[in-house]
């Protein structure tokens, strides 16, 4: 039996993968000797058997180790990242990416990672991509990124060579509608390794796990979320329409419950209200929202997680400290600005 069969057996039987054996997976999902087939029928049987922290924050230490290094360690220890797993259908609109340019705005470094839409019809790429951020700038220019613009985004192809052989595969899974841990990898294995997360997941039930994961890999501080729409469907954010599930790590590791709007003075607002859409929908969406026309849960939610995000950075004592400031930098020009910034510097 190859490698990868052998492991599928096991986890079929329920049984973990050892950091051994993660290694030799990460090889064999990065390489050419495995058919697709082989690696479609290893990523099913992993999910279907759950993976573990100890799993998770495996995989993540091995492509981690596989990722092209940007350079960015001078800023990486007061850096966040604001991202999600996908995977959750719900239609979202790109909560993360106007996030980034409030905090940039604000003054705390951010340090994204992503991808093209994958699950979703336009990923956190597309939108800040069409908003003037150069998906293929050299790490030279993204180091000049960070000291004058305060956030970079690092797009995932170009800094995770070895997932060319995996892309083909989890696409053609994504389109039978199976989720793998590459949907919450992706946002372990930020090639920057910003010391700060705020990591939204598509399930609940994973919220546990990626905390302890990002315990595990040495994150500074941080929060993993999960929005509860309703019985059956749940968002990969931290938003005013559902109910969250949070839970810490590093200097917040305490942090373990149920958040929802109303515990910082927000509405609660309907799901409907957050719905995105392709690329043209969601730049509408970008312009009603710096124009102050908006749909308010959204506008929100943006606020909610910008103040989150200052929070974990230590910018500010509180979440509710930081709801004003993140209102009025995102209707009150800066953000505004802060486009303009990004696509004049990408340009020159």
Not at 204 to 211: N, R, T
Not at 217 to 225: F, Q, T
Request: hydrophobic share 45%; proline share 4%.
């Amino acid at each position: 039996m190859s490698t990868l069969a052998d492991l599928t057996a096991q986890l079929a039987h329920g049984r973990d993968l050892s950091a051994v054996q993660i290694e030799n997976v990460a090889v064999a999902l990065a390489g050419t000797d495995e058919s697709d087939a082989s690696k479609g029928e290893f990523l099913l049987a992993l999910g279907r058997k759950g993976e573990s922290a100890a799993e998770l924050a495996g995989f993540a230490k091995a492509f981690r180790s596989r990722a092209i290094n940007p350079g960015v360690e001078a800023w990486a220890d007061r850096a966040i990242d604001i991202v999600g797993t996908g995977g959750d259908h719900a239609g979202g609109f790109n909560v993360s990416s106007l996030v980034v340019l409030v905090l940039a705005s604000a003054g705390v470094v951010v340090m994204k990672h992503g991808n093209r839409g994958i699950t979703s019809k336009c990923g956190s790429a597309d939108l800040l991509a069409a908003l003037g951020v150069k998906l293929d700038a050299p790490p030279e220019t993204l180091r000049r990124a960070l000291q004058e613009l305060g956030f970079v985004f690092f797009f995932a192809p170009s800094y995770h060579p070895t997932f060319k052989h995996i892309a083909p595969v989890r696409k053609a899974l994504a389109a039978q509608g199976h989720r793998t841990i590459f949907n919450i990898l992706g946002p372990l294995i930020n090639p920057g390794r910003p010391a700060h997360v705020v990591l939204g997941t598509f399930s609940g039930g994973s919220v546990p796990k990626l905390a302890d994961a990002l315990e595990a890999l040495g994150s500074k501080s941080g929060l993993a979320v999960h929005g509860v729409i309703d019985s059956e469907r749940g968002i990969d954010e931290l938003t005013t329409a559902t109910s969250n599930r949070v839970r810490g790590f590093g200097a917040l590791r305490e942090v373990d419950g149920l958040w929802d709007a109303g515990d910082f003075g927000l509405e609660r607002s309907p799901f409907s209200q957050l719905l995105g859409g392709d690329l043209p929908t969601n730049l509408a969406l970008v312009e009603a929202i710096l124009s102050g026309r908006g749909p308010a849960g959204l506008v929100d939610t943006i606020v909610l997680n910008a103040a989150v995000a200052m929070w974990v950075v230590g910018q500010t004592p509180s979440v509710q400290a930081g709801l004003g400031p993140a209102r009025d930098l995102l209707l009150g020009g800066a953000v505004k600005k802060k486009i303009s910034a990004t696509r004049e510097f990408y340009r020159s």
